[in-house]
């Protein structure tokens, strides 16, 4: 298995243009989320999903979107980038909901940098 | 609101020293408390608390969690280069959709 993977592992983007975080896990897991990590803040929740078709957001979603149209899939897009939204971005997910087991397995992290 | 308050923010100890992270929470209906350590990547999994008073163990780290004064500790003896990371707090939130992490502690070991 290769667990969670996140495309890109580094990106660079201008203000204002758009650009879409790739996540895909082959664990067969429901509960997908994304989450950003800044120093001194910790990580925290993006957006997520409790199953294909499902969506709902977390503590910071203005200026992201997200879709579930498989299950393996949890694409993060940033419609306008700003530099507010430079950070890493890590995608994270878990069999039968963080409500059950807590545990998450995360992917490996996308830096992104928004001049 | 749901919260967690980690602390220190950062430690730096010499190998073999002996160290006690702290983690406050609050959180309406807990179900469990989570550690996690993140070295250069990806966060992975330590431990998770349920229960009140039951010591958790992994080689060198062991973590307790007290329901009573909503917090929890991780200790990690004999300190070795390797265990410098950041170690991050979490409880799963109200509405059990989600983690709630703390601001984490960086740990730094020197030889």
């Known amino acids: 298995n290769a667990g969670v993977t996140q495309t890109p592992k580094f990106q660079v983007l201008k203000t204002g243009q758009s650009m879409t975080l790739q996540c895909a896990q082959d664990?067969?897991?429901?509960?997908m989320s994304w989450y950003r990590q800044d120093p001194g803040m910790g990580l925290r929740l993006i957006h997520y999903s409790v199953g294909a078709g499902i969506t709902d957001q977390g503590e910071v979603p203005n200026g992201y979107n997200v879709s579930r149209s498989t299950t393996e899939d949890f694409p993060l897009r940033l419609l306008s980038a700003a530099p507010s939204q430079t950070s890493v971005y890590f995608c994270?997910?878990?069999?039968?909901?963080?409500?059950?087991?807590?545990?998450?397995?995360f992917g490996e992290g996308s830096r992104l940098t928004v001049l | 609101e749901d919260k967690v308050v980690q602390s220190p923010l950062s430690l730096v100890v010499h190998e073999g020293d002996t160290v006690t992270l702290n983690c406050s929470y609050e959180v309406t209906n807990f179900r469990s408390l989570l550690w996690y350590k993140q070295e250069k990547k990806a966060p992975t999994f330590l431990f998770m608390l349920t229960s009140s008073g039951i010591e958790k163990k992994s080689g060198r780290l062991s973590s307790i969690l007290d329901k009573k004064e909503l917090f929890s500790i991780l200790n990690i003896t004999a300190t070795q280069t390797g265990d410098s990371a950041i170690y991050l707090c979490a409880v799963i939130n109200q509405a059990g959709t989600a983690l709630i992490f703390g601001k984490g502690t960086t740990l730094s070991v020197s030889s």
């Open positions: 994270a997910s878990s069999y039968g909901g963080v409500g059950n087991t807590g545990e998450l397995f």
């Open positions: 664990m067969n897991h429901e509960y």
